[in-house]
Structures are given as C-alpha cells and as structure tokens.
C-alpha cells in the first residue's frame, strides 16, 4: 500500500470525508429525493463533529481516505460544551437556509432523531469516551486503516485516563469490524432512524470496550 498517514482533521477535508460518508450509507439519498447526497453528508460530518474532542483523518499518498471522530469526556471543558451549543445553534440555522438541501419530512426526521438519541442514552453504559464517526473510504477498506485509526483513538484516550470507551451502531454499518477489534456488544433495540432510512427494521446496537482489558496500538508494537 502506499504510504499511509494520519493528522488532524482540516474544514478542507469535509468534502472528501461526505464523498464517502454518502457512499457507505446510500439510504440517505430517501431523505433528498432528486438531490445531491454528498451536500447532505456534509451536514452529518459536521453534525459529529460538533461533540467529538479527537478529529483524525487517514491519508493514503497525501490524500483522505478515513476518518475518526470521537469525544474524551476528561477533554471537554465548561467553554467547550459552550462553543459546542453556539455550533449546533449555526449548524441548524444552515440546515434551515438548505446549505445541506431540502430535506424530505424533516420534522419526521428531527423527531425520529430526538426518539434515537433517547434511546441510545437509555441503553448506554456511563462512558468515558464515545467513537461518534468512522467510515473510511470503501477505495481502501480492508487494508488495516480502520484498525489504525481506532488503535490511535483508544490509545489516546486511554492517555487521558478513559477505562469505558462506548459507541452507536446498526445492522446499515459494518458493526461486525467492533467484534473483531474485541469491542463487546452491551444492548441492541429497534434503530428508529436507520429503519426509517432503510423501510425495514434494522436493528441498532451498543458496543463497548474496557481499555484495562486492552492492549492496543502503540503499546501493542
Ligand atoms: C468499519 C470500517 C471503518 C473499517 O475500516 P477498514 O479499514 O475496512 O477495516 P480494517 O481493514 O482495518 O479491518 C480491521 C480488521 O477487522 C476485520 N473486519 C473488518 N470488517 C469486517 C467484517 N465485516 N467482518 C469480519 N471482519 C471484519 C478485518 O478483516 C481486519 O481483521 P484483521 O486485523 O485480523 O486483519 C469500514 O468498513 C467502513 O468505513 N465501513 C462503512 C462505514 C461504517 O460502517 N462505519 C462504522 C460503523 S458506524
């Protein structure tokens, strides 16, 4: 492979991480009929961006063909849970002005969304830190780079002290990639928006993993 490296997440990086955000999850196209998904993915990256304190990307020859965005609870600050209000409060108002185009039903979908996160705050464990995006390029998938970013995250975050590390998933995503990397599955109920998307029930899971019971990245070398 060629050379494969890692930096923090740049505003230049959002229209390659939508690229292929929209292509590992097609459903959403139901949700712009007609429209340009890709814009659409370009709302949900910086939706998971807003609460996420790590933002990595995976870069194969110079170009971004992963990504990892996660949340360290021991990084976040009275200012930053702030800062990260004010960001919603603007993410909004673009969604409203059709930055990310017009959606179908979309008080359909912000009650279906609100209906999710309860019940994924519901089924989750206390956590110290949450993996709240991942995806890499479908180009390059099956090649280590997943494995890389998530070792670079639960490395880090094990730094800063978290023991508990949780993430949401569903039967759309490549849940199966957790297990394998020892992330266990703690709950599974109806996914109100993935069924939604989908038009079948899908279900969503919870996964969690123990840092102690890990060793994992630069540890593992
Ligand atoms: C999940 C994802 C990021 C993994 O990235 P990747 O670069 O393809 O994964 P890797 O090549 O690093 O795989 C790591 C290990 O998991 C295994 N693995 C990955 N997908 C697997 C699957 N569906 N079934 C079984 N094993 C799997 C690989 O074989 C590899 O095993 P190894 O380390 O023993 O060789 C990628 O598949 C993806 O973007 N999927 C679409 C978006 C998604 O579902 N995101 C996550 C859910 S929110």
């Given at each position: 492979m060629d050379k494969l490296s890692f930096r923090p997440f740049h505003p230049d990086d959002l229209s390659a991480c939508a690229k292929f955000a929209a292509d590992a999850w097609p459903a959403v196209s139901v949700l712009v009929?007609?429209?340009?998904?890709v814009k659409l993915m370009h709302g949900y990256v910086e939706l998971a961006r807003l609460p996420s304190t790590w933002l990595e990307v995976a870069c194969v020859s110079g170009r971004t063909v992963g990504l990892l965005f996660g949340r360290v609870?021991?990084?976040?600050?009275p200012a930053s849970e702030l800062r990260m209000l004010f960001s919603s409060l603007g993410l909004g108002c673009k969604a409203i002005r059709g930055q990310y185009g017009r959606l179908q039903k979309p008080l359909t979908l912000l009650r279906k969304g609100v209906a999710t996160g309860a019940l994924v705050k519901r089924h989750?464990?206390?956590?110290?830190?949450?993996?709240e995006l991942f995806v890499v390029d479908s180009e390059h998938s099956g090649r280590g780079i997943g494995r890389a970013l998530m070792d670079r995250f639960v490395t880090a975050a094990k730094r800063k002290g978290a023991r508990v590390i949780a993430l949401h998933t569903d039967?759309?995503?490549?849940w199966r990639f957790y297990e394998k990397y020892g992330f266990k599955r703690r709950s599974a109920f109806t996914e109100i928006v993935s069924s939604y998307l989908e038009g079948q029930n899908v279900e969503g899971y919870i996964y969690v993993i123990e840092t102690d019971d890990l060793t994992v990245g630069l540890e593992r070398r």
């Open positions: 009929p007609g429209q340009d998904v609870n021991s990084n976040c600050t989750s464990p206390e956590a110290d830190a949450v993996v039967q759309s995503c490549n």
